[in-house]
């Protein structure tokens, strides 16, 4: 059994970093990351709250870094981080991206870029991505809707992601 202390210092910290990373995630977001620990988590979380150093829009199901945060959710990296999700097992590291990346993640000697691409961004996106300099990431491009993947034309792209947001089911879909 672990002290208090104990979890503060290790999943503690943790926690702190992943919230303040990616600003805005769902509970069970959270929750997945320490499946080993979920109740201590879920104590820990209460006692963040408390001590105002992270907000938990309980509506919402949200833990976010700041009230601006959970005004505005960021529901492209939560649907980004369903992704990393899935490949929680193989990842060594992981932390955000710069527009319109939303997070990266290292998987041996792979490297992956989640990118997310709201309904009528695709021209933006594309213009954008094409105006990156050539890197040999893999990447997952999350969709709102399966019929955007044809307006698209990024380079380097392994799959398209479709997600459940009730779930946190994740599809994957390549292109014709």
């Known amino acids: 059994m672990k002290t208090r202390n104990e979890i503060y210092q290790g999943e503690g910290a943790q926690l702190l970093r992943f919230i303040t990373t990616y600003h805005t995630l769902q509970y069970e977001q959270v929750l997945r990351l320490f499946p080993k620990n979920r109740d201590s988590i879920k104590s820990l979380i209460t006692s963040l709250v408390k001590q105002k150093r992270i907000v938990h829009d309980k509506e919402n199901g949200i833990l976010c870094d700041s009230q601006e945060s959970a005004n505005t959710p960021d529901y492209g990296m939560i649907a980004s981080f369903w992704v990393l999700l899935d490949f929680k097992k193989a990842i060594v590291y992981h932390t955000d991206g710069e527009f319109p990346i939303k997070l990266n993640f290292f998987s041996k000697d792979e490297w992956y870029e989640v990118l997310y691409v709201p309904q009528e961004q695709e021209y933006l996106i594309n ?4 105006s990156q300099p050539k890197n040999d990431a893999k990447r997952l491009v999350v969709l709102e809707k399966e019929e955007q993947a044809a307006k698209l034309h990024i380079k380097g792209v ?14 994957y879909y390549a292109k014709k």
């Open 158 to 171: 392994i799959a398209f992601c479709l997600v459940d947001s009730t779930t946190g089911s994740v599809s």
């Open 127 to 130: 213009h954008v991505m094409e």
